[in-house]
């Protein structure tokens, strides 16, 4: 199963919009609605902002927003603020009855 | 509160084992799935495989890596053999919501070492 696909660093000044593409297959990201979407701080654990495509947790801000078009989903951060600075992580569940993480990529708060 | 404890850091050496630990607790332990995922230094998140009352291995890990769990003390593990220094990675429990949501815990990560 090959990682999904995702751009490596995406940057933006405090205040703007960002888009995070996270690209797939039929096989994964377009052929179920189980894409989730991870924030990483350096050194720290995983946590959750976006699951079944578009859908927070209780607690995630509501500057983010997920969405999904054929086989390639994406994660949105409005209002883009310094603690967003940080790693994200797409992931999705398979026709393998597995889950597959994206590339990640590297959010930078100009 | 739901938390996740894992075992401490460990240093093996190359063609050893590793099993790493994950203590559950403030939640029915049986009635979740259990994640596990590693992220090399500096690299992406790997999916290694899931355990509820079955186990699912990622192909990348099949043969060479065992999830199981003890419901009697809620805690899940992980083995790896035959490592290599491609192995050295934090090693992370993840649990996945009744809802399937996979990942809305994790535990804080376990450093596997492997050196000569």
């Known amino acids: 199963q090959s990682a999904l696909t995702q751009p490596a660093s995406v940057s933006g000044s405090p205040g703007q919009s960002i888009t995070i593409s996270c690209t797939g297959t039929s096989s994964d990201v377009g052929g179920y609605n189980y894409v989730s979407w991870y924030q990483q701080h350096p050194g720290k654990a995983p946590k959750l902002m976006i699951h079944?495509?578009?859908n927070r947790p209780s607690g995630v801000s509501n500057r983010f927003s997920g969405s999904k078009s054929g086989n390639t989903a994406s994660l949105t951060i409005s209002g883009l603020q310094a603690e967003d600075e940080a790693d994200y992580y797409c992931s999705s569940y398979t026709s393998s009855s597995t889950y597959v993480f994206g590339t990640g990529a590297k959010v930078t708060v100009l | 509160q739901v938390q996740l404890v894992q075992s401490g850091a460990e240093v093996k050496k190359p063609g050893a084992s590793v099993k790493v630990s994950c203590k559950a607790s403030?939640?029915?332990?049986?009635?979740?799935?259990m994640h596990w995922v590693r992220q090399a230094p500096g690299q992406r998140l790997e999916w290694m495989g899931w355990i509820n009352g079955n186990t699912k291995y990622s192909q990348t890990f099949q043969g060479r890596v065992t999830i199981t769990r003890d419901t009697s003390a809620s805690t899940a593990y992980m083995e790896l053999s035959s490592l290599s220094s491609e192995d050295t990675a934090v090693y992370y429990c993840a649990r996945q919501s009744m809802a399937g949501i996979p990942g809305d815990y994790w535990g804080q990560g376990t450093l596997v070492t492997v050196s000569s």
């Open positions: 079944d495509v578009s």
């Open positions: 403030g939640y029915t332990f049986t009635s979740y799935t």
